[in-house]
């Protein structure tokens, strides 16, 4: 099945600083890519997503890329914010979801620390 | 409109003892997935539902997790009897498009002592 590293597990800034989280992901039937940041006491909330067929998405601050041939898709957090500051996982779906079109493999999770 | 939800927010149970977490979707939501995330690794696939039927039950992890959602609305996860690696937080989370699952809940701890 489906396997996501993601690296590292946390990240310190200092606000203003860009921050850039990486994953890998093995399957490469794998068509969707979710970012998800996750809050204290919170549920994970999907901040921006990419499907295999674009190389790259930027909403506002945020941007992710993805590289198929290496099989690697990556956050990039400009002009970070101490709100910022959360568990952010990445995530893919793999072929193998069949039609459980949310069925997602996570990766470990960073703890990325804004420090104002 | 209401979000995902779930009860109860912490739970804390002595081995052997039976715990039912309950989730209710989003209204008109007719999938609802469960994960849960353990010791603070990855965060992993239970099962799905679409509406009262388990479409994909494969992360489940043992015989002793009962999964139900009649009438296709909230769920529950019953783990019985607990052990101590069931320790961690369940999430659910529930969707009407695909692909994404934008929408999970708060999740609840669970702690097995």
């Known amino acids: 099945g489906e396997n996501v590293e993601q690296h590292p597990s946390t990240l310190s800034v200092q606000e203003g600083d860009s921050a850039v989280i990486k994953c890998t992901y093995s399957d490469s039937a794998s068509n969707y890519f979710p970012w998800y940041k996750q809050e204290l006491g919170k549920g994970p909330q999907l901040i921006i997503d990419?499907?295999?067929?674009?190389g790259e998405k930027k909403d506002q601050r945020i941007a992710v890329t993805l590289n198929k041939t290496a099989k690697h898709f990556s956050l990039h957090i400009t002009e970070t914010q101490p709100e910022d500051s959360a568990v952010y996982f990445c995530?893919?779906?793999?072929?193998?979801?069949?039609?459980?079109?949310?069925?997602?493999?996570f990766g470990q999770g960073t703890i990325l620390t804004v420090h104002p | 409109e209401a979000g995902v939800t779930q009860f109860p927010s912490h739970s804390v149970i002595e081995k052997g003892q039976t715990v039912t977490l309950r989730c209710d979707p989003i209204?008109?939501?007719?999938?609802l997935y469960w994960y849960r995330r353990v010791m603070g690794k990855e965060i992993k696939f239970l099962l799905h539902f679409v509406k009262e039927s388990k479409q994909d039950e494969s992360g489940m992890p043992n015989n002793r997790f009962l999964a139900e959602r009649t009438g296709g609305t909230y769920s529950t996860l019953k783990v019985q009897p607990a052990e101590l690696e069931d320790s961690g937080v369940y999430f659910c989370a529930s969707s009407q498009d695909r692909p994404g699952l934008r929408f999970f809940g708060p999740g609840t701890r669970l702690t097995v002592l």
């Open positions: 995530a893919a779906r793999g072929n193998a979801g069949g039609t459980s079109y949310g069925k997602l493999t």
């Open positions: 990419i499907r295999s067929n674009v």
């Open positions: 209204s008109g939501h007719d999938n």
